[in-house]
């Protein structure tokens, strides 16, 4: 039996003995005293709210990406011509294929992107710096199927979220020329906190443990054939 349970046990036991103290009383000053008993017991008791979160509900990591690329590419006269792909497992299990072709020079401006699967071409621009921590990236595209053309354009950031802090990063290891792994994660915090004060009616000490959200969310194998390499 919980620590919660036994309370609201031992609450019931005590109303029941003060009703048969109620029923065989007959002073005001009594059943004053047994009513206003029984009310501050139920306010308790009803005020005692849940417990507090265990570690595993505030400190949670999952290991599980929902999203697994597999990129095959080829390096040609300064562009490289790329095959990706990519399934995804959650919410909805998918399943695209792209070509890509992209400039292999630092100073690229743009990514050419074609889907078979649903017929889509995308020209899309790189990450335009806006400030240290903003993005801007545009892009224009035409739908075979629905006979369509249009633009689009997104502001990134990899900090901020919703009052909660939140970083966004990818990290990348090589395990030999040629094969490189990518790991896309994600982490929400609230740092841990201590206060407290002294005259004030608030407790001397007072500990928020904090919270973190972390997941692996995208693993990439990239396949890279170059004459460099080989």
Not at 60 to 75: G, H, Q, Y
Request: charged residues 20%; aromatic residues 10%.
């Amino acid at each position: 039996m919980s620590i919660k349970e036994k309370e609201i046990q031992d609450s019931h036991s005590q109303l029941l003995y003060f009703r048969l103290q109620l029923l065989s009383s007959s002073s005001v000053e009594s059943v004053h005293s047994v009513l206003s008993f029984c009310c501050l017991r139920m306010e308790s008791v009803s005020n005692s709210g849940e417990a507090p979160a265990s570690w595993d509900e505030l400190y949670n990591i999952d290991l599980m990406p929902s999203e697994l690329f597999l990129k095959f590419r080829k390096e040609v006269e300064g562009i490289r011509v790329g095959l990706n792909l990519e399934f995804y497992n959650a919410p909805s299990n998918e399943y695209q294929a792209k070509f890509v072709l992209k400039p292999l020079s630092p100073a690229r401006r743009w990514k050419f992107m074609y889907e078979p699967l649903h017929h889509d071409v995308r020209l899309v621009s790189k990450k335009i710096p806006v400030t240290k921590y903003l993005n801007l990236q545009v892009g224009i595209g035409h739908s075979f199927q629905l006979h369509a053309t249009g633009w689009k354009w997104k502001l990134s950031t990899g900090l901020g979220g919703d009052g909660i802090s939140q970083i966004r990063n990818k990290t990348s290891l090589g395990l030999f020329p040629g094969f490189l792994l990518r790991f896309g994660w994600r982490a929400e915090y609230v740092l841990p906190e201590i206060q407290g004060a002294v005259g004030t009616g608030e407790p001397l000490f007072n500990m928020n443990s904090g919270k973190l959200q972390a997941s692996l969310d995208r693993v990439e194998a990239i396949l890279t054939h170059s004459d460099d390499i080989f």
